[in-house]
């Protein structure tokens, strides 16, 4: 019987599937000293899903080198198939797109169709790659209902040094080492045993990682050049003057621009001072940490609101790429976001209530996202440097003031 359009999802094709994973099996071995332990898939057959953390850019060839020579239909975000090539490339893969942090049920029957014709289906539940070594976003309730729905053996892989490899902030990637493990999740009887709520915890528990607290007790060796460029896409606030967003990188230097404090990352990818009187914390984890105490401080305040100068673009239905629409100002309270300026040479107030927005996706130094439904509104920052801030404030105003709400809304998304 034909499968229904809306369900029907390709198989990865197999002649650049299998080139592409046994190069990135042999390659990531020897360059990247790659250590991949899987032996459990000989005892699993498909159908079944896999879930993974998503801690680098290389977790797609990260992921396929781990469970090669399985072919997976991955669940990939629908920003990528706004690129024609991205597109071509997805298509063979057999990738599906998926609008992030919202109620895709086109996505769901596609990963349905691939499921019911014997497949093995991958997804990242965090949805968006971390920003300080740790799981980023955060994993919508939503995955418990998926797994219960499609009601096969759930596997797990998880990477330990994948974050420190190739971080979302730089463009270089280092090379030391990665560890990967495959392991059973959930078997199918499990799945029907347990209650969403315990299936969501262990997914988040099984999927979660830690690589500074993996680094400081390994004290791994990495290699690689300008080793700090581009941090200050995540690490915007300097501990010494209390100054933001005057954190600025060169090579493997990192330093304030308003007071001169400085450290270097060494080959362990951990800060040194520079000077007797760097104020500092020896890695991102621990840096972000303190970003999030000086916001937590912030949202308390009755008055609290941002501001930043800002283009306006648009994913314009059936278009590649993203559409000028103008340039404006973005503010966010605990309320809502709102943009105001131009939109298509019109004055307008655009207006995203908090209780609706999760979480937003964004590339490191290039540009946040909003959505609403399958609408996404992507804005770049006129001083790039002030992006993390907000990822960060609307991560935690959620947390604070609408955790219920969120699970409630979250809840009905698969």
């Not at 920003?79 to 086109?106: A, C, E």
């Not at 007071?259 to 520079?274: A, D, I, K, Q, T």
């Amino acid at each position: 019987m034909k499968k229904k359009a809306s369900s029907f999802v390709r198989k990865p094709n197999a002649i650049l599937y299998y080139s592409v994973g046994f190069f990135a099996k042999v390659y990531y071995r020897l360059v990247y000293k790659h250590k991949v332990e899987n032996s459990i898939l000989r005892d699993i057959k498909p159908p079944y899903l896999v879930v993974a953390g998503h801690s680098s850019w290389l977790d797609y060839i990260i992921t396929t080198a781990g469970m090669f020579p399985v072919r997976m239909n991955y669940v990939g975000a629908y920003n990528f198939f706004r690129s024609k090539v991205l597109k071509t490339t997805f298509n063979l893969m057999g990738v599906i797109p998926k609008y992030q942090f919202t109620n895709d049920i086109g996505a769901v029957k596609k990963m349905k169709g691939a499921i019911d014709s014997g497949r093995v289906v991958a997804i990242f539940p965090n949805g968006c790659l971390s920003n300080d070594g740790r799981p980023g976003g955060f994993a919508v309730f939503g995955i418990a209902k998926l797994i219960k729905f499609l009601n096969v053996p759930v596997i797990v892989i998880k990477t330990d040094g994948g974050y420190l490899t190739r971080p979302r902030w730089t463009k270089h990637a280092r090379r030391g080492r990665l560890e990967t493990k495959v392991f059973q999740l959930l078997t199918v009887d499990e799945i029907n045993s347990l209650s969403e709520h315990e299936v969501y915890d262990a997914v988040i528990a099984g999927t979660s990682f830690d690589d500074y607290k993996w680094q400081r007790e390994r004290m791994v060796e990495f290699k690689g050049s300008d080793l700090a460029e581009g941090i200050e896409y995540v690490l915007y606030k300097c501990p010494r003057c209390q100054g933001e967003f005057t954190i600025r990188s060169e090579g493997d230097r990192m330093f304030c621009t308003a007071c001169g404090n400085s450290v270097r990352m060494n080959r362990y990818l951990l800060f040194e001072p520079e000077g007797e009187d760097s104020i500092f914390f020896d890695g991102i984890d621990r840096w972000f940490d303190y970003q999030k105490e000086c916001i937590e401080r912030e949202i308390e305040h009755p008055g609290f609101e941002m501001n930043a100068r800002t283009k306006l673009k648009f994913a314009e239905p059936g278009k590649f790429g993203y559409q000028h629409l103008g340039s404006g100002i973005l503010k966010i309270t605990i309320n809502e976001i709102t943009y105001t300026g131009s939109v298509n040479g019109e004055d307008k107030k655009l207006v995203y209530p908090m209780k609706s927005i999760p979480m937003v996706p964004y590339a490191a130094g290039e540009y946040i996202e909003i959505a609403r439904g399958s609408d996404i509104n992507r804005f770049e920052f006129d001083d790039l440097t002030q992006q993390i801030k907000w990822v960060m404030a609307i991560r935690q105003i959620r947390d604070k003031y609408y955790e219920r709400a969120s699970l409630h809304h979250c809840n009905r998304h698969i």
